[in-house]
């Protein structure tokens, strides 16, 4: 079902890695649902395919070739999205890569480190591109495309990386929600795209992540159209409550906003180290942290 909303239509949309997969799904829902996409891509093809169908479909849209980790480059691609399309309210950091599937000793360092450099370093510089005119302007939203922080042996730059990302989502979340920005991780479920594809059939995948198959055979992935359609939800500001949070297309958001203060309270959809209860931290400090974290001064 397509979901439009008073709020989004005609704003402006930046959408990385929107060339194909979860990004294609997301800049054509975003568009569906009435705003204008800058489609990102590096490969000007598949992104100018992208920008074609939702322009064939009746929306609006311009594609943009771009590497999320060349910040001048990104800063430049933001500012001529700005001068031919309107303020950017909307960034869905979206482009990613997977990186070498097998045991860390055995892999090249500085491979390990160009995974952490697109799906870290890009959103960041991404963000970095747009925030100011958000803040300036009061209003804004930006999702980070995440995945679930569960440490998967033989994925170890991919997990790094978008576990890093989602505390990079909670941490500036909390700098700017008094100006009016919300920010969001969204973890999109097992999709059946590029990367999944080389993660079921490459001799690396088959060999160290097996189990990855039994998501498809089972049937527990679900299609790209479902994380695209709970990025238009949070872009519509349906959510904004739970800014900072991690979502996913599993999360009932009405339920989780009905029961706020305990998502709140328990630091529930977010990084938190779990510890035993025998030895409680000192009240004096528990206060600290609490104030540290809302972005507030932490004496009496």
Not at 108 to 125: I, Q, S, Y
Request: aromatic share 6%; hydrophobic share 45%.
């Amino acid at each position: 079902m397509t979901m439009t909303s008073a709020e989004l239509e005609g704003q402006v949309a930046v959408v990385t890695g929107a060339g194909r997969g979860i990004g294609r799904a997301v800049a054509i829902a975003l568009a569906n649902a009435g705003m204008t996409i800058a489609a990102l891509a590096r490969t000007q093809f598949e992104v100018g395919e992208t920008a074609a169908l939702i322009e064939k479909a009746g929306g609006r849209a311009q594609s943009f070739v771009a590497d999320v980790t060349d910040g001048d480059v990104i800063q430049a691609t933001m500012n001529r999205v700005a001068a031919s399309l309107g303020p950017v309210e909307l960034l869905v950091n979206n482009a990613g890569q997977l990186g070498r599937i097998g045991p860390f000793v055995d892999g090249d360092p500085a491979e390990w480190w160009r995974v952490l450099d697109t799906n870290l370093r890009g959103p960041m510089l991404s963000t970095r591109a747009v925030l100011p005119g958000m803040i300036a302007r009061r209003r804004g939203r930006i999702i980070n495309i995440a995945s679930s922080p569960v440490p998967l042996p033989y994925l170890s730059a991919y997990v790094t990386s978008k576990t890093a990302l989602l505390r990079f989502t909670e941490t500036v979340a909390a700098e700017t929600r008094a100006a009016g920005v919300y920010l969001f991780a969204v973890g999109p479920g097992t999709t059946r795209t590029a990367m999944s594809e080389h993660s079921l059939y490459s001799e690396e995948g088959r060999k160290w992540i097996p189990w990855f198959a039994r998501v498809f055979e089972e049937k527990l992935d679900v299609p790209v159209e479902r994380p695209a359609q709970l990025v238009v939800k949070l872009a519509s500001g349906y959510a904004d409550a739970l800014s900072g949070q991690l979502l996913s297309v599993s999360d009932d958001l009405n339920v989780l906003q009905q029961r706020l203060e305990e998502v709140e309270r328990h630091h529930l959809y977010s990084l938190r180290v779990r510890k035993l209860d025998e030895v409680p931290a000192p009240p004096a400090l528990a206060e600290i942290l609490r104030a540290a974290e809302q972005g507030v001064g932490g004496s009496k």
